[in-house]
């Protein structure tokens, strides 16, 4: 058998759809945030801005999270040392549960390595372990999420994106008695849009579900201390579980659920893919605790950022570019084509030494791909002009539409 004959078909299709992905090789650069040095195949090396970066705040390279990574190291070491129950459960895993916790005004909190990890392994278990348990999964919700309720083979109801009415119907219709979960996001990574979640708890209370929240692109990013949508809405005691990741507004690695002890000791005791891996090195959950922490009291960062985002929308505007309006950080041009999508990233970076990864399948659905742009507090004014100038000229060049999306 020719494997590779087999692989390289499927990559072929891919690529005659516009949808093979194409990786750019950045070295990031400590205090040059968002600017990073290009690797190209040919072996030049330029200096790009980052336009898609999901540390929002720049917090990878923020000093104090650097110094307690560093200080960390010295102190532990490299690794954890083991999995969480067989010798590599440290110190500063606990100190950043109970850190989390406290963000999160939950009783406790528990560590995985990755967003992704924490999603699939809490859903796959509630959803296995619970008898006869459903769940209400948002048809918005990420990958992770998905892949968690599918491995969790429980009864699965899809209602419709952001729908309180349609979650209700759906909710009314299932057996009063069984243990039913609310599965959704805050903000929605790449349409920018925000749940509405006080509805979405009030129905889940009426019909005694549980709720499940991922406020991976919030926390950090929203309410007074960073703890989220939920935290700016008052309504975090109201949700059942609240999961979110280290890796993007708090610029390190990790993920993480939150809730009730005994919640959080039901997943520590029965998810797999919290119990048979390796923890996260000490000097990583010792960086992400300094970044919590700072974001807890300092919303410079925050106030900034969002000071950046309106200005791009503004310029944006300006230069008739439609961009999808949204209450969050997130501003996506639309494009609605993978092939013009990629020609549009490539010119970008080429000429204007602008990066943005063009989005699209299975990331988003065909036929609405786009360039999804993240302002920070570390783009500056002629940062933002610079993108606006460049836009311009593109969309001149390409003749797209000047409609609103
Ligand atoms: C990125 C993402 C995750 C996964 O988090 P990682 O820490 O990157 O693994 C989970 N949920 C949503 C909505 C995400 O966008």
């Known amino acids: 058998m020719n494997f590779d004959a087999l692989f390289q078909a499927q990559i072929d299709a891919l690529k005659s759809d516009g949808n093979y992905r194409y990786f750019a ?25 980052v336009w898609c970066s999901n540390d929002y705040l720049g917090m990878g390279q923020n000093p104090l999270v650097i110094d307690a990574m560093c200080e960390a190291v ?25 850190e989390l ?95 509405p979640i006080r509805q979405i708890v009030e129905v889940a209370e009426k019909y005694g579900a549980m709720t499940y929240l991922d406020e991976v692109h919030a926390v950090g990013l929203y309410g007074p201390r960073g703890g989220g949508i939920a935290e700016r809405e008052g309504l975090m005691d109201r949700i059942t579980l609240i999961e979110g990741t280290l890796g993007k507004a708090f610029g390190v690695v990790g993920g993480y659920i939150t809730g009730s002890a005994a919640l959080c000791d039901f997943i520590r005791s029965f998810a797999s893919g919290f119990i048979f891996t390796t923890a996260l090195p000490p000097a990583v959950a010792a960086a992400a605790r300094a970044s919590i922490m700072h974001l807890k009291s300092s919303s410079d960062e925050r106030h900034h950022q ?52 063009p989005i699209n399948y299975p990331t988003v659905p065909k036929g609405t791909e786009r360039l999804r742009f993240t302002p920070s507090p570390l783009h500056t004014d002629a940062d933002i002009d610079h ?19």
């Open 25 to 49: 090789e950045l070295e990031r650069k400590c205090g040059k945030f968002p600017h990073a040095a290009n690797h190209q195949d040919d072996g030049e090396v330029r200096d790009v801005t």
């Open 74 to 98: 010295q102190r532990t070491g490299t690794g954890a040392g083991g999995t969480r129950n067989i010798s590599g459960t440290n110190h500063d895993h606990l100190l950043l549960e109970r």
């Open 101 to 195: 916790a406290d963000l999160h005004g939950k009783e406790a909190a528990l560590l995985f390595t990755s967003g992704y990890v924490s999603n699939w392994a809490a859903l796959s278990t509630l959803g296995s372990r619970l008898d006869g348990c459903i769940i209400l999964s948002d048809s918005g919700n990420h990958a992770s999420m998905i892949e968690g309720i599918r491995h969790a083979r429980a009864q699965k109801v899809i209602w419709n994106h952001n729908d309180v009415a349609d979650l209700e119907a759906k909710l009314a219709a299932l057996p009063a008695n069984a243990p039913k979960i609310v599965a959704f996001e805050s903000v929605y990574s790449m349409d920018g849009d925000i749940a």
């Open 306 to 357: 969002r000071e950046q985002v309106a200005k791009l929308r503004a310029g944006l505007d300006r230069a008739g570019i439609p961009h999808l309006m949204n209450d969050s950080h997130i501003v996506p041009v639309m494009i609605k084509d993978p092939v013009k999508t990629k020609m549009l990233a490539d010119h970008l970076m080429n000429e204007w030494g602008i990066y943005v990864q």
């Open 387 to 405: 993108l606006v100038v460049a836009l311009t000229s593109l969309w001149k060049q390409c003749a797209i539409a000047h409609a609103v999306a």
